[in-house]
């Protein structure tokens, strides 16, 4: 049976400055629902996410700030950052761990700048909600094996998809250049590209 994340729920202590500060970074609103002055049900969703972020009032017993560690993937962690602080979002540095793995907890063996070699799962950035609950944006630019299935490929977003156009047009002209021949076939070969590369499975040579 497949169960996919629908909706994580975040402690705010105000709901309407909670709403004005998603909305201004573009998150989409979805719902604003009270049925009474005790109750109040507000749903956004990032860019490109199928889960969406609900906050309100009398929704969770969370005091408002004690979300951590709610992460949201990008496939460029310059580019987010450059977004993130034209919305008035305050996003931090770009980091990496110096684990080199994931990350760990609050700010230990944070270092600045991207990863080294750029590896995709390895770069970070941070940034809070008025309330102080924490988000992080990890860079993915190629996922790792078994994450996705090849069969059930999709994309989340009109941007999402004319990125990884972007990458298989590049990689199919090194293919290109490597065979010494132009590919007649190659609407397939992006194809086969890009379900690969989002699969985490064998590229195409």
Not at 21 to 31: E, K, S, V
Not at 86 to 98: I, K, Q, T
Request: aromatic share 8%.
């Amino acid at each position: 049976m497949d169960m996919k994340l629908e909706v994580v729920v975040v402690p705010v202590a105000d709901v309407d400055r909670s709403k004005d500060f998603y909305t201004a970074l573009g998150w989409r609103l979805d719902a604003d629902l009270a049925t009474s002055d005790t109750f109040r049900v507000v749903q956004v969703t990032p860019p490109g996410s199928p889960a969406s972020v609900i906050f309100g009032t009398s929704v969770t017993a969370q005091e408002p700030g004690t979300a951590q560690g709610l992460h949201l993937i990008v496939n460029d962690i310059d580019a987010a950052y450059d977004e993130l602080k034209r919305l008035g979002a305050e996003p931090s540095e770009v980091w990496h761990d110096a684990g080199g793995i994931f990350h760990h907890a609050g700010t230990d063996e944070r270092v600045s700048g991207p990863s080294p070699d750029r590896s995709s799962y390895g770069s970070f950035l941070s940034f809070e909600d008025p309330d102080g609950n924490g988000w992080i944006l990890q860079e993915v630019t190629t996922r790792l094996p078994g994450r996705i299935d090849p069969a059930a490929t999709s994309f989340a977003s009109t941007d999402d998809l004319a990125a990884a156009l972007r990458r298989a047009a590049h990689a199919h002209g090194e293919h290109e250049a490597r065979t010494g021949q132009e590919d007649a076939d190659w609407p397939d070969w992006y194809a086969d590209y890009m379900v690969k590369e989002q699969a985490g499975t064998e590229l195409p040579s």
